[in-house]
Nanobody, 111 residues
């Protein structure tokens, strides 16, 4: 049974940075494919970044140029580097792979 566990969330001031990690257990990341979503209070969920099976990286317009998605096969994990954080980036961030969701990690950006 595959499990995804996110970490790295926290409270940061606007303009700061965080690096989220999504570590898999029960299955190896043999492909790059993963997506990061976020859920903000009162808003619809949003896919913020993904790596496709072909290795292409895609970003939501709202995070383009500030967020970077990457892989760490040595740790069987995928990460999301978030720079230039804004209060509107606040939310719970989830990784998604193999039709499986992690439990989420809270990101709070203060103004």
């Amino acid at each position: 049974q595959v499990q995804l566990v996110e970490s790295g969330g926290g409270l940061v001031q606007a303009g700061g940075s965080l690096r989220l990690s999504c570590r898999a257990s029960g299955r190896q990341f043999t492909t790059n494919a993963v997506a990061w979503y976020r859920q903000a209070p009162g808003k619809e969920g949003e896919k913020v970044a993904e790596i496709t099976h072909e290795g292409k990286k895609n970003y939501a317009d709202s995070v383009l140029g500030r967020f970077t998605i990457g892989t760490d096969n040595a740790r069987n994990s995928r990460w999301l580097q978030m720079n230039g954080l804004r209060p509107e980036d606040t939310g719970v961030y989830y990784c998604f792979a193999w039709l499986t969701w992690g439990q989420g990690t809270q990101v709070t950006v203060s103004s």
